[in-house]
Antibody, heavy 118, light 110 residues
Framework: QVQLVESGGGVVQPGRSLRLSCTAS????????MHWVRQAPGKGLEWVGI????????YYADSVKGRFAISRDNSKNTLYLQMNSLRAEDTALYYC???????????WGQGTLVSVSS | QSALTQPPSVSGSPGQSVTISCTGT?????????VSWYQQPPGTAPKLMIY???NRPSGVPDRFSGSKSGNTASLTISGLQAEDEADYYC??????????FGTGTKVTVL
């Protein structure tokens, strides 16, 4: 069964940076586009961004554009989310998910929690 | 990038049918058949239930069905069961090459 494991979450002060990782197993990682999706406590799902299978294209939600950056290392089966200039409203559970045909998210991790607080 | 609009909650008795609407715009739902639906029981990760408007992944019961008309997509759960109680979210690809989720709907089995 495909496994996606997020890590790197924690408590961080406003204005600081944090890098999340998502390690994939039991799938050919280099063939999949990858998404980050977040969910604030008690709130709905919010799409954060996507990176294509080869890293050639990246797109972001307006709420994180210019502050967050997605990257990947296909040799390590790992996806990253670099989060800079963090704000209280970035507090959320961050999920990684695989992309299928720029259409839907078929596999999801269990999420890593980011809390931005002074 | 406004969220797609879903009703906050729907409810039904076991065996009944419920339908959840997902209203977008001509920039997302109305232009693409890339609408998908996700089930999220409390404390768990989302699970894909419907993709590309009306397709069910392997393992999803045929009680779940999807459709679309214009800027509105719908998810119908027929023969409602207690295990269907969860939050449900729609999602769509957009003309900006981004994705957007719905506001979410809590399904309660009475």
């Amino acid at each position: 069964q495909v496994q996606l494991v997020e890590s790197g979450g924690g408590v961080v002060q406003p204005g600081r940076s944090l890098r999340l990782s998502c390690t994939a197993s039991r799938l050919t990682f280099r063939n999949y586009g990858m998404h980050w999706v977040r969910q604030a406590p008690g709130k709905g799902l919010e799409w954060v961004g996507i990176i294509y299978y080869d890293g050639s294209n990246k797109y972001y939600a307006d709420s994180v554009k210019g502050r967050f950056a997605i990257s990947r290392d296909n040799s390590k089966n790992t996806l990253y989310l670099q989060m800079n200039s963090l704000r209280a409203e970035d507090t959320a559970l961050y999920y990684c998910a695989t992309d299928r045909a720029l259409s839907y998210f078929d596999y999801w991790g269990q999420g890593t929690l980011v809390s931005v607080s002074s | 990038q406004s969220a797609l609009t879903q009703p906050p909650s729907v409810s039904g008795s076991p065996g009944q049918s419920v339908t959840i609407s997902c209203t977008g715009t001509s920039s997302d739902v109305g232009t693409y058949n890339r609408v998908s639906w996700y089930q999220q029981p409390p404390g768990t990760a989302p699970k894909l239930m419907i993709y590309e408007v009306s397709n069910r992944p392997s393992g999803v019961p045929d009680r779940f069905s999807g459709s679309k008309s214009g800027n509105t997509a719908s998810l119908t759960i027929s023969g409602l069961q207690a295990e269907d109680e969860a939050d449900y979210y729609c999602s769509s690809y957009t003309i900006s090459s981004t994705f957007v989720f719905g506001t979410g709907t809590k399904v309660t089995v009475l």
